[in-house]
Antibody, heavy 120, light 110 residues
Framework: QVQLQESGPGLVKPSQTLSLTCTVS??????????WSWIRQPPGKGLEWIGY???????YYNPSLKSRLTISLDTSKNQFSLKLSSVTAADTAVYYC????????????WGQGTLVTVSS | QSVLTQPPSASGTPGQRVTISCSGS????????VNWYQQLPGTAPKLLIY???QRPSWVPDRFSGSRSGTSASLAISGLQSEDEADYYC???????????FGTGTKVTVL
């Protein structure tokens, strides 16, 4: 059974960089059958796709976040990571990582999510 | 930036059939497959329907999906109390060059 788990600081100051890691177990992020994605959800609001990375290292970002966003992967640790710079209160959200099927493009396994609050 | 429009709420009594619509455009639903996600209160979203009308093995056949033109719909038949949740449609958008989610629909079992 594939499991994903987000980790990282729950509080980030405005203008700083938000950094999160997703640890994958029960499957390899080096598999060419999947993309590895980040999604966020502001409190009380809907879902927003952030971006994804493929095992080759190629990335695809939400155009609205692209200038501040970096997604990377560490195959030795079976992890992928998110860095979002110059954060504001608008970046406060529950951040989810998820597995994205390469062929049919659906998110079939999700982490439990982690709340990141941007506040001084 | 939700470009897929859903009704904010839907409701029904136990055993009834409820349908949720998802309206998009030619750049998303009109040219790419639609997925549906269920989000129970306080939990992460869970895949419910993929590729317009396919159910993962863990999803009961009370749930079904369809797509026609630039719209899609999710039907829940034999509504049960455990179906109270938020439901989101999603699809790739060729114009935005990104994955877009619907605005979400809260289903209440009366």
């Amino acid at each position: 059974q594939v499991q994903l788990q987000e980790s990282g600081p729950g509080l980030v100051k405005p203008s700083q960089t938000l950094s999160l890691t997703c640890t994958v177990s029960g499957g390899s992020i080096s598999s060419g059958d999947y993309y590895w994605s980040w999604i966020r959800q502001p409190p009380g609001k809907g879902l927003e796709w952030i971006g994804y990375i493929y095992y080759s290292g190629s990335t695809y970002y939400n155009p609205s976040l692209k200038s501040r966003l970096t997604i990377s992967l560490d195959t030795s640790k079976n992890q992928f990571s998110l860095k979002l710079s110059s954060v504001t209160a608008a970046d406060t959200a529950v951040y989810y990582c998820a597995r994205d099927d390469f062929y049919e493009r659906f998110l079939d396994y999700w982490g439990q999510g982690t709340l990141v609050t941007v506040s001084s | 930036q939700s470009v897929l429009t859903q009704p904010p709420s839907a409701s029904g009594t136990p055993g009834q059939r409820v349908t949720i619509s998802c309206s998009g455009s030619s750049s998303n639903i009109g040219s790419n497959t639609v997925n549906w996600y269920q989000q129970l209160p306080g939990t992460a979203p869970k895949l419910l329907i993929y590729s317009n009308n396919q159910r993962p093995s863990w999803v009961p056949d009370r749930f079904s999906g369809s797509r026609s033109g630039t719209s899609a719909s999710l039907a829940i038949s034999g509504l049960q109390s455990e179906d109270e949740a938020d439901y989101y449609c999603a699809a790739w958008d060729d114009s935005l060059d990104g994955y877009v989610f619907g605005t979400g629909t809260k289903v209440t079992v009366l």
